[in-house]
């Protein structure tokens, strides 16, 4: 079943016709998706609190290579500086974290490509 609308005999109707067709025609092929920014909390938001002993401080940890980047060294430079302060140390050719890196905040992590290491982001080799 239709309705048969005419150009030439009835033109107002034919053109909201056709408008109302190609709206429908619109909005059935819209996607809709609503987005919210979330904002970063501010120095106030991420200070631990005194005498808050259920909270704990989280610190975001890096890799060696990302770290090696933010001081502007290369990640072999990095690692020597690591290795002649004692925070890393090497037997048969295979780096291990000691004590003093894991004092540090360092740690050994393992996976697809081998074991890396990672560090607090304010970490500094010196």
């Keep these: 079943m239709g309705v048969h609308v005419s150009r030439e005999e009835d033109s107002v109707m034919y053109r909201d016709t056709y408008e109302e067709a190609q709206r429908i025609i619109r909005i059935s092929d ?3 998706v ?6 970063k909390p501010t120095q ?3 200070t631990p609190k005194l005498g808050s002993s259920t909270e704990k401080s989280v610190t975001t940890k890096i890799t060696s290579s990302k770290l090696a980047s933010k001081l502007k060294l290369k990640t072999s430079e990095l690692l020597e500086k690591l290795l002649s302060s004692g925070y890393i140390e090497e037997e048969n050719e295979k780096q291990t974290l000691t004590d003093k890196g894991v004092t ?3 740690e050994a992590k393992k996976g697809r490509f081998g074991a ?6 304010d970490f500094s080799a010196e």
């Design 30 to 32: 819209e996607i809709r």
């Design 44 to 46: 106030e938001d991420e």
């Design 116 to 121: 890396y290491f990672i560090w607090p982001e």
């Design 34 to 39: 609503s987005m919210q920014k979330v904002e």
């Design 104 to 106: 540090a905040g360092g």
